[in-house]
């Protein structure tokens, strides 16, 4: 059996074979997490993931010119020339960017790793696979201001990113996503997709949305601190907006003052910032070409600012809008 899949409202149709004999953990619901929806139009399918049930084939890819990234929960990336094997332990997903391809081989019965190892797994193909047709990752925060113009908050965890767009979701401001976007070029300028719809807050910061529904409350981030999960589509689902065409780069920074302050930045120091949040572990040297090109073309089309985050927003993320 199959199901396709498409990625908001693109063309861009993920073909999954082999759900219904043997569903993978935890694959559909990352999925739907990723803002993919069930698809039954007429495009053709740009992607394919196979899931098959036995031993994969041996490789014939040469060993001298790999490269490999190890992600956190033990899933390992090795890339070999246009192709990738992405594995956990001895499930092994076998990508082919030039063709937007992975097979995944499994044995019948999924061994029992941790929610957070399957996670990772499927979270590192369905990237690799986005990215095989020029669509990047990129750590940061998408929201859209009262007068519709589309702000990207670029940084790594702790810096602040979660509170603030919270807090302008509060305020009235649309929003994408809270720790994940997606650029892709689109005919003239670069578009941002929303990533995750999964919202997080640090777990001694929950009690200032105790209006807000809440979701699962044993999230570690990848350091092992304890999160709470915020369900802000439940709570404001007409502010949600899949997708936008940026006109404002924040890269955001704690900063021990009581005023924030935003300082334009160079650009090229900008798109430096900017691809050391995107696609982490996840980019080998077939990829880095294409996504530096897509953030460069970004930063050219957008003002671009360091944010200086003092006491003032940490507590009045609202103060954003004054400045």
Known sequence: ???????????LILEVQGLNEMPPPYLVGLLFDFCWELYSGDLPSLLRLEIIDGSPPPSSDGLASQEVFTL?????LSFFGKNALIQLHDIQGHLKFSEGRCSVYVNS?????????FCSFWMAILISLLQSRE??????????????????????????????????????????SDDILFLRSSG?????????????????????YEDWPFGESDCPDRDGN????????????????????????ILPAIVDRSKSCLIPLERGAAIKDMLRESSIGLTGQQILPGQLAVISRLV?????????????????PEFFSDL
Request: aromatic share 12%; glycine share 10%.
């Open 135 to 176: 669509t990047y990752m990129i750590h940061a925060a998408g929201l859209g201001t009262p007068d519709g113009e589309g702000i990207i908050f670029v940084a790594p965890s702790g810096s602040g990113k979660s509170t603030l767009t919270l807090g302008l979701i509060r305020e009235g401001w649309t929003y994408l």
């Open 300 to 316: 050219g089309q957008c003002q671009v600012y360091r944010l200086e985050a003092g006491n003032d927003l940490y507590h009045h």
């Open 188 to 208: 003239s300028c670069i578009e941002a997709f929303a990533g995750r719809k999964t919202f997080y807050v640090v777990k001694e910061r929950a009690e200032q």
């Open 1 to 11: 059996m199959r199901q396709q899949f498409s990625f908001h409202d693109s063309s």
């Open 109 to 117: 019965q999924f061994p029992e790793y941790s929610p957070e190892a």
């Open 226 to 249: 304890p999160r709470q999960e915020i369900l802000v589509h439940q709570r404001y689902p007409m502010q949600f907006h899949g997708r936008t065409r940026p006109g404002v780069v």
């Open 72 to 76: 956190p929960d033990g899933v390992r």
